[in-house]
């Protein structure tokens, strides 16, 4: 079909989107804006056309611009997941590119380039919104509107009815595959809609919030995707989005373009994602966001769609409605559409009767309990439910039986299937059958003509005069022809016997000639042994001689292993012994630390000794100028040991001396009257009473208690 463009000749690149730079804003170009109609700017007088002409008549003419119009611009939609990239690698491929451009060649005259400047701009907007919905939908328009585009409408609705006409001539599998990409276009853009409730209320889309209905998103759409053979329908993380109603739709459209890559014909390939990617709007990067808002305004044009191709709506049947014959489901289609118009009228009356009211009245509640056991036992005992008082059972068994049913069905549909098979191949017998009867009666028939005619020229008299002659010269002839072939039997075996004689004679000339052969060849042979063995002599008189030098070599080299062993063996003695030396200069250097160590340490026990007596003879010094009682100054005083405990966190073992901090051993300890004093040498305790010239009033120095021992102290009876 001619278009009514001027710049027809140039088909247009295929392209998802494409980025335009002016300056330093940034726009974006779709798919979608590259099949907008340009219904607005059909006349060339009208300024709007003018300008968009020269416009792209620059874009065709700029190198810069085509350079940067490329199918790489794709790989902002594949990062997204919406696309996948080998549908590139067939938009590139040469012998789609025929297809591709008469196809752009037949829409040139009804698809229109535009640059727009809004980010989230989508196809199609307000103005070609009312277009669809007064020409497709048959709205009334505005005498001004028809006057403008009555033309322009006619044609538009001729050329798209001629583009589709030329699909619908392919077989019908497509045809089909067509109508039901549409109608699900359709139930996707009614189920997205949210102000448009033609969903019910439990099984719709909450875009506008955060709830989204598990058995929707679960069962039907589980369905949809396996009507289309999608399996792994759940994975919608590819694409990342924020939202999960946007997720949701997101996945929906990217099972649809991967559906439309399972087409066969290119054409219907690129037609299928053109109509999805018209339909549905792709946002630039990062603003899936404004989703929700776009499809507010889309979904008349949807259900427009729905109307011109006179697409069913897939609707996503329960299991209970499961119906087999066409017969059937028309008439219950008839019987439903008829109970649904009395129900919907038995409804509304009954919720005019039974509108909602401030107070629960008790007679009601009286009807509901109306009939129901009086222990709850009992109500559990029953195969109804305790919240909704519903009849599990008998719905129990209505799913068993449309179970078993609908495996009957099956197996009644596999039986079918296979005597439809049997009638087929019955058919196909029968008919040879017939085609030889019909070849036998015609052969039949030709060999009575034959005699007929052959009855007619001569009387039977005759005949079988003529048939005995002939049995004569028959016999006669077959009585030669033996006697021939006797003889030719006996020519064949003198025959045989001179050709086996030829035979033997020509076999005898062959033997002769081959002894002759075999006796030269010998002859060869005895001349090359002869040479061979004086050949392997020499190699073995060589041989030997290498065997003596080697032997000699071996010999030498064997001694020079045993003296490398001797050198080894002193080598490692000397190396041990080293090694012995190092060790004890290393444990001579640790004892002689060790000893240093200890002497350090030895020297500041004595030290912290001397300081202990030096703090002791102070005390006593002090306790001596002192006037009161000695018992009563050493019950208020601390001895000097405790507060040097108290200042050193220093603790003793058991078995060592609580002065000089050496271990008890077998010396003598002193015998305190308290038992929680620790142990000390009878010798340091008497050195310390020295030191602190405690003669009679004698007190421990560790727990600072009287002595009263009598064998450090003798009474004066004594």
């Given at each position: 079909?001619?278009s ?6 140039q088909?247009?690149?295929l ?6 730079y002016h ?5 974006f ?5 590259v099949?907008?109609?340009?219904l607005?700017?059909?006349?060339q007088?009208?300024?709007?056309w003018?300008?968009?002409q ?17 199918l790489?611009d794709?790989?902002m ?14 938009i590139?491929d ?9 196809f752009?060649?037949?829409l ?11 980010e989230?701009y989508c196809?199609p907007h307000?103005a070609l ?8 939908c048959g ?7 028809c006057e ?6 006619e ?7 001629n583009?589709?006409g030329?699909?619908n001539?392919m077989?019908n ?5 067509v109508?039901?990409?549409?109608s ?6 009614k189920?997205?809609?949210?102000k ?6 439990d ?16 069962k ?15 994975q ?12 949701v739709?997101a996945t ?6 991967e559906w439309?890559k399972s ?5 219907l ?6 109509l ?11 603003r899936w ?11 008349a ?5 729905r109307d011109t ?6 609707e996503?049947?329960?299991e209970?409605?499961?119906v087999?014959?066409?017969e059937?489901?028309d ?5 439903s559409?008829?109970?649904n ?20 009245s ?6 509901k309990?109306?009939g129901l056991p009086?222990?709850f ?15 599990i059972?008998?719905?129990k ?10 495996k009957?069905a099956?197996l009644?549909?596999?039986?079918s299937?296979?005597y ?15 085609n030889?009867c019909?070849k036998?009666?015609?052969h ?11 009855m007619?020229t001569k009387?039977?008299d005759?005949l079988e005069?003529?048939?005995?002659q002939?049995?004569?010269?028959f016999k006669?002839k ?9 003889g030719?039997?006996k020519?064949d075996?003198?025959?045989?016997k001179?050709?086996s004689?030829?035979e033997?004679i ?5 033997s ?6 075999s006796?030269a060849l010998l ?8 040479k061979?063995v ?13 065997i003596?030098?080697?032997?000699e070599?071996?010999q030498?080299?064997?001694?020079e292993?045993?003296m ?11 190396h ?11 444990n ?5 630390v060790?000893d240093?160590?200890?002497?350090q ?5 004595k030290?912290?000794?001397d300081l ?6 102070l005390r ?10 000695s018992?009563?100054?050493a019950?208020?005083s ?14 003793l ?9 050496e ?9 305190c009257v ?9 010798k340091c305790m008497?050195e ?9 009033h004698q ?20």
């Amino acid at each position: 079909m001619e278009s009514d463009n001027p710049n027809s000749d140039q088909p247009f690149s295929l392209r998802t989107f494409r980025v335009m730079y002016h300056g330093k804003k940034e726009t974006f170009v779709f798919l979608s804006d590259v099949l907008e109609l340009r219904l607005r700017f059909m006349t060339q007088n009208s300024p709007d056309w003018s300008y968009y002409q020269q416009q792209l008549d620059n874009e065709h003419n700029n190198e810069e611009v085509k350079q940067m119009v490329r199918l790489q611009d794709f790989q902002m939609l594949i990062d997204d997941g919406v696309i996948d990239p080998e549908f590139i690698k067939l938009i590139e491929d040469s012998e789609f590119k025929q297809k591709r451009e008469t196809f752009w060649n037949e829409l040139q005259g009804w698809v229109k380039l535009r640059n727009h400047t809004s980010e989230h701009y989508c196809f199609p907007h307000h103005a070609l919104l009312q277009i669809f919905k007064r020409f497709i939908c048959g709205f009334r328009w505005d005498q001004q509107m028809c006057e403008d585009h009555a033309d322009c409408l006619e044609n538009f609705k001729i050329h798209i009815s001629n583009l589709i006409g030329k699909y619908n001539r392919m077989p019908n599998a497509t045809v089909v595959h067509v109508k039901t990409l549409f109608s699900e276009i359709v139930n996707l853009a009614k189920h997205c809609s949210y102000k448009k409730q033609r969903v019910p209320r439990d099984k719709k889309l909450l875009l506008d919030g955060h709830s989204l209905h598990e058995h929707y998103c679960d069962k039907e759409f589980e369905k949809t995707c396996q009507m289309f053979g999608f399996v792994n329908f759940r994975q919608s993380n590819h694409v990342g989005f924020g939202n999960q109603n946007t997720t949701v739709y997101a996945t929906r459209v990217y099972y649809l373009l991967e559906w439309a890559k399972s087409f066969s014909d290119g054409v219907l390939q690129v037609f299928a994602t053109i109509l999805i990617h018209g339909v549905f709007p792709l946002c630039p990067r990062n603003r899936w966001k404004y989703l929700p808002g776009i499809l507010e305004h889309r979904f008349a044009f949807y259900m427009s769609l729905r109307d011109t191709f006179n697409m069913p709506e897939i609707e996503c049947v329960e299991e209970e409605d499961v119906v087999v014959d066409g017969e059937s489901a028309d008439a219950t289609k008839a019987t439903s559409e008829e109970k649904n118009d009395e129900d919907i009228a038995q409804n509304k009356e009954a919720e005019k009767e039974n509108q909602p009211q401030k107070g629960i009245s008790f007679s009601r509640l009286q009807q509901k309990l109306h009939g129901l056991p009086d222990d709850f036992n009992q109500l559990l005992a029953t195969d109804r439910c305790i919240q909704c008082f519903a009849n599990i059972g008998e719905r129990k068994k209505a799913e068993t039986e449309l179970r078993d049913w609908k495996k009957k069905a099956n197996l009644y549909e596999k039986q079918s299937n296979k005597y439809e098979e049997l009638e087929k191949e019955y058919a196909k017998m029968k008919g040879k059958f017939d085609n030889a009867c019909k070849k036998n009666l015609e052969h039949k028939e030709k060999h009575a003509k034959e005699l007929e005619e052959v009855m007619k020229t001569k009387p039977r008299d005759e005949l079988e005069v003529e048939l005995l002659q002939l049995k004569e010269k028959f016999k006669e002839k077959t009585h030669q022809l033996n006697q021939q072939a006797k003889g030719l039997e006996k020519m064949d075996k003198l025959k045989e016997k001179v050709t086996s004689q030829k035979e033997m004679i020509e076999k005898l000339g062959e033997s002769k000639k081959s002894i002759e052969k075999s006796q030269a060849l010998l002859q060869n042979r005895a001349t090359e042994n002869t040479k061979k063995v004086g050949d392997l002599e020499r190699t073995v008189q060589n041989q030997e001689t290498l065997i003596e030098q080697l032997t000699e070599a071996n010999q030498s080299l064997h001694e020079e292993k045993n003296m490398l062993e001797k050198k080894i063996t002193s080598n490692e003695a000397q190396h041990k012994q080293d090694i012995e030396k190092m060790n004890q200069q290393i444990n001579v250097i640790i004892d002689q630390v060790e000893d240093k160590n200890r002497k350090q340490i030895q020297e500041k026990n004595k030290k912290i000794k001397d300081l202990e007596q030096e703090l002791c003879r102070l005390r006593t010094n002090r306790k001596s100028s002192m006037t009161s009682n000695s018992s009563q100054s050493a019950s208020s005083s601390n001895p000097p040991v405790n507060q040097i405990k108290k200042l050193s966190s220093f603790e003793l073992e058991e078995d060592e001396c609580a002065f000089c901090w050496e271990p008890i051993g077998d010396q003598e300890l002193f015998n305190c009257v308290n038992p929680n004093c620790p142990p000390i040498h009878n010798k340091c305790m008497q050195e310390y009473f020295k030191r602190s010239g405690q003669l009679f009033h004698q007190v421990c120095g560790q727990c600072q208690n009287m002595v009263q021992d009598i064998k450090n102290f003798p009474g004066i009876s004594r």
